[in-house]
Every structure is written in C-alpha cells, then in structure tokens.
C-alpha cells in the first residue's frame, strides 16, 4: 500500500465529506493505493456517523473512535498502529491542510528518501497577534533547544516512512516534537516543505493561547528526556554530589572551626546558632534527595511496563 492519511478529528461534521471527496479526488488522479484512518476523539456532535457511513461506501477509509477527549498526540499514536502504508500522511481535518500537497510529499520519502517531511505554511490567514508571532516565537525556542532546524513544528501536515511512525513513542501533548522524536529515535534526514495554508472554512478553532504555555512546558520535557531520559543518575547523581559536597564542607567548617576555638580557650557558640549548620544540613539532605530520585529514575526505567493511554469504544474496518 502506498498511502496511509490519518486525521485526527473533533466535532468536524461540516468538513468531513469535502475533505473526503477531496482526497480521493488526488488519489485517483495519481493512482495511488491508500486507506484513510479518522480518528474520532471524543466528538459530541455528528463526525462518527458520518466517518461510518463513508467507511461503508469505501473500504479503504476506515474509522477509530475515542471514548472521550484524549488529545490529538493519543489520536496519531492510535491511527500510528494500525496504518500499513509505505508512507504516512497525517493532517487535520479542518480543511486547512491542502490534500493537494500529499503527491509532494510522498515524493519527497520515496524519491529523495527523506526519513520526515513537515509541512512549513510560510504564508498563514491566522490572527498576527494571536497565533502568528507566538508561533514565530515558539518554533524559535523549538529550533534552539531541539536543533531541529524547522521553520513550523506546528504544522499538522507531516509525511513519514513507516518504520518513523512504528519506532517513535507520541504522548502527552508531544505531537508538536514528532520531528524531535524522530531524531532522538536515530531518524536523520528530516526535511521541510512550504505548503499551502487556507482559511477556516467551517467551525471554530479547538486551540487557544494556552497551546503555546503548554507547548513551551512540553519543549523543556523533550529537551529533558532528549537530554537525560535513558540516564537520569547522570543529572541527578551531579547534583546531589555537588549539594553533598558542600554539606560535607559546611559541617568540617563548623566542626574545625569549634575545635579550634576550644583548643586554644576561645569563647564558642552551640552548634545549632552557627548558620552553616543549616546550610550543612539542607544541602545534605537536598542532595540525598537528588541521589534517590536519580535511582527512582533508574529503577523505573528499567521496570515500566506499557500503560493503557486510551479506551476505544468503536472501529471501522481496522
């Protein structure tokens, strides 16, 4: 199979037959072999029935819905799984993802064997102030931190070999850092395509601001596990023997310091009134506290076990 287009979706009733008719229309047109998976996440209003019903009009588009709101990172880990293409397209379902971008795309893994390719929409019809110079601002620090070189990390038209989507983990909110994933997964050849970014036809958009706090938040979590997450001990360990150091010195300096005064008849204090002891005994404790979270970390690395991140109640054709 060629193709595999996973489209995440909430409460899309209105757009869903055109963005359908749509991407059948560029795959006949360029003969590919293909299978559509929506992924429902929890919509209230009529989106299933309507993915059902074209599922049953067309076997190859096939349908995944959540029992609630999971998010669009648990929706692209489910629609990850099942797909079977060479290559896969993911998109939203807004019609602000051109289908007409999809043959670019997969001829830029097959062809020039690009590992992932992300849509950059160089020219945007969102608000200046509200989207677009935070989304400057966001990609900047993404650029930065993950040394991705990526002009639009947020962008949901992406295409990717297979073996990317089957050897990288999506959780939390991290569908913004599937290129930063990938790399971590050894993928190199990540690449970029300008695309073409349309106007909200129908509808409302489901992000606010805080997508871009929580995005930031999600930027230091990648950059951490990037950094430190297959060795925790290394960051924690560091800084516990530094705080342990420093306890360690804390206390000889009291203890020294009261010897020597008793030694040569010299009025003293209690321990307790000398403010090293408190400095001593709170960086010992903090730094024992690093060391055990550090084994924590290690411990838990090594016994986890894969959790359930969502229920599915229903399936089409999977």
Not at 17 to 45: H, P, R
Not at 82 to 109: H, N, R
Request: glycine share 8%.
């Amino acid at each position: 199979m060629n193709l595999s287009i996973i489209i995440p979706l909430l409460n899309e009733e209105e757009s869903l037959k055109e963005l359908y008719n749509w991407i059948i229309s560029v795959m006949s047109k360029n003969a590919y072999s293909y299978e559509v998976i929506f992924i429902d996440d929890g919509s209230t209003d009529n989106s299933w029935n309507i993915i059902e019903q074209l599922s049953n009009e067309n076997p190859n588009i096939k349908g995944i819905r959540f029992l609630s709101n999971y998010g669009k990172s648990q929706a692209l880990h489910a629609g990850f799984g099942k797909a079977k293409g060479d290559v896969i397209i993911t998109m939203d379902a807004d019609l602000q993802d051109s289908p007409e971008e999809i043959p670019g795309l997969y001829d830029m893994i097959i062809n020039q064997d690009f590992d992932l390719v992300s849509g950059w929409k160089k020219k945007r019809y969102d608000s200046v102030f509200a989207k677009n110079l935070p989304s400057k601002l966001f990609n900047w620090a993404a650029r930065k931190t993950s040394g991705v070189q990526l002009n639009d990390f947020n962008c949901g038209l992406k295409a990717y070999k297979n073996t990317v989507v089957k050897n990288i983990e999506v959780s939390g909110e991290m569908h913004r850092y599937i290129p930063v994933l990938a790399k971590n997964a050894g993928f190199r050849k990540i690449g970029e395509k300008v695309v073409l970014h349309q106007a909200r036809k129908y509808g409302q958009t489901k992000f606010g601001m805080d997508r871009f706090v929580n995005g930031f938040l999600d930027l230091i979590t990648i950059w951490f596990l990037s950094k430190f997450g297959k060795r925790p001990m290394h960051l924690f360990g560091a800084m516990g023997s530094v705080m342990l150091i420093i306890g360690f010195f804390a206390a000889g300096y009291i203890g020294i310091s009261k010897l020597y005064k008793l030694y040569h008849g010299l009025p003293y204090d209690l321990v307790t009134n000398n403010p090293w002891f408190y400095i001593s005994l709170t960086t010992m404790i903090i730094g024992s506290q690093l060391f055990l979270a550090g084994f924590l970390g290690e411990i838990i690395l090594r016994t986890k076990n894969n959790e359930e991140r969502y229920k599915v109640s229903n399936m089409k054709n999977l």
